[in-house]
C-alpha cells in the first residue's frame, strides 16, 4: 500500500461510481465474485506528506525552497550535472541504500510521525466528514479505533452510521448474505429522476413546437416577401412604360413648337418686309399682286399656327391624364403593400 513500510498488499481497491451501491456494499459487508465471499471495507488513503520537488525534503515546495541546485532523488548530486538514470541509490540525508523520497527513509519516518501525532493532539485541524488511515507502525498499541483518524467535532463522520445497519458479513460464516429491501429514499430518488426526465421532454417537445412554428411563420413571411417584390415588380414596369408614353408625348411637344417657331418667324419677317415697303399696304388694288401673296401666306401661317396649338392642347391633355392614371396606380400599389403588411 503506497504510504506503508509493506509493500505487500492483500487488498483490493475498487471504484465505484454509484454512490447508492457503494453505501449498499458496506452495509452487507461481503461481495461475492465467482462463488466467493469476499469481505469489503471503506478505502481510507493513508496521510501523505508533501516534498520538495528540488532538494526532496518535505515541508514545502520549489518555489519556497532555497536549495543551491536539483538534488537527485538517486545520489542527491546535482541532477543538471551528468547522467542520473543509473547513478547509485544513496539517500543524501541518512548516507543509506535506498531514494531520498522512500517513506524507509528515517528522516521522512520521523517527520511523519510528528505530523500524524499533530493531528491526534489537534484532530480538528482536519476538515469535516474526513477520514484517515494511519499506517501500522504509527499506532497506539492496545487502544481501540488507532486505525482510523477523524475530527470528532463533524456530525455524522460516516455516512453509513446509522441505528437499522444489519449484521455485519462473517468471511468464516458459510452464510450468503441476505439482500436488503430498497430503502424508501431510493424510490423517491428514482420517482424524482422520472419526473426530471418527464420534464425535460416536455420542455424538448415545447422546444420543437416552437420551433416548427418559428418555421412556418419565416415561410409564411418568405411568400409576403415574394409576393411583395413580384407587386413591386409589376408596379415598376408599369411606371417605366407611363414614363416612355411621357417622354413620347414631351418629345411631340418640343417637336410641334419646333415647327412652329420657323412659321412664326417668317410671319414676323413678311410683317417686317411690309413695314418696309409702305407702297405694298394697300392690297386690294388688282393691280397688286405681290400684296395678295402676302395676305395669302399671312392666312396659311395663322391656320398652321391654330392647328399646331390645337395639337399641341391635345398632347398636354393626354399627358395630364397619363400622370393621373399613374399616381392612381402608385396610390393602388402602396395600399396593397400596407394591406399585405398588415395582414
Request: aromatic fraction near 6%; include cysteine; glycine fraction near 4%.
Amino acid at each position: 500500500m503506497k504510504g506503508s513500510m509493506n509493500e505487500k498488499s492483500r487488498h483490493v481497491r475498487l471504484e465505484i461510481t454509484s454512490t447508492d451501491d457503494y453505501e449498499s456494499l458496506l452495509i452487507k459487508g461481503g461481495i461475492t465474485i465467482d462463488g466467493h465471499l469476499i469481505e469489503t471495507q471503506e478505502f481510507l488513503s493513508p496521510p501523505r506528506i508533501l516534498l520538495c520537488s528540488k532538494c526532496n525534503d518535505p515541508g514545502h515546495i520549489r518555489r519556497n525552497c532555497n536549495f543551491q541546485y536539483d538534488a537527485c532523488r538517486r545520489c542527491g548530486k546535482d541532477r543538471n550535472i551528468g547522467e542520473h538514470k543509473e547513478c547509485s541509490i544513496c539517500c543524501h540525508r541518512c548516507n543509506q541504500e535506498h531514494q531520498a523520497t522512500d517513506y524507509k527513509c528515517p528522516y521522512l519516518i520521523d517527520y511523519r510521525r510528528s505530523l500524524i501525532y499533530k493531528l491526534k493532539n489537534q484532530p480538528n485541524l482536519l476538515p469535516p466528514n474526513i477520514q484517515l488511515f494511519i499506517p501500522k507502525e504509527y499506532r497506539e498499541q492496545g487502544v481501540r479505533g488507532n486505525r482510523i483518524l477523524s475530527n470528532p467535532s463533524a456530525k455524522n463522520n460516516h455516512s453509513l452510521i446509522n441505528n437499522n445497519i444489519p449484521a455485519q458479513f462473517n468471511l468464516s460464516s458459510h452464510i450468503w448474505p441476505t439482500l436488503n429491501k430498497i430503502p424508501e429514499r431510493n424510490n423517491s430518488y428514482i420517482n424524482n429522476e422520472q419526473s426530471i426526465w418527464n420534464e425535460l421532454k416536455s420542455k424538448y417537445d415545447e422546444t420543437n413546437q416552437t420551433n416548427n412554428d418559428i418555421k412556418d411563420k419565416l415561410q409564411l413571411f418568405k411568400t409576403k416577401y415574394d409576393d411583395h417584390i413580384q407587386k413591386m415588380s409589376s408596379l415598376l414596369l408599369v411606371i417605366s412604360q407611363q414614363a416612355k408614353i411621357q417622354n413620347e408625348s414631351i418629345e411631340r411637344c418640343y417637336t410641334t413648337l419646333n415647327e412652329i417657331f420657323p412659321v412664326l418667324k417668317s410671319t414676323v419677317e413678311v410683317f417686317q418686309h411690309i413695314m418696309k415697303k409702305s407702297g405694298m399696304l394697300n392690297i386690294t388694288e388688282p393691280n397688286n399682286p405681290e400684296g395678295q401673296s402676302i395676305l395669302n401666306h399671312i392666312s396659311q401661317s395663322l391656320d398652321f399656327i391654330e392647328n399646331k396649338h390645337e395639337f399641341l392642347t391635345n398632347s398636354e391633355k393626354i399627358l395630364y391624364s397619363l400622370i393621373e392614371q399613374q399616381n392612381v396606380l402608385m396610390a393602388q400599389g402602396i395600399n396593397s403593400l400596407i394591406t399585405n403588411n398588415d395582414q
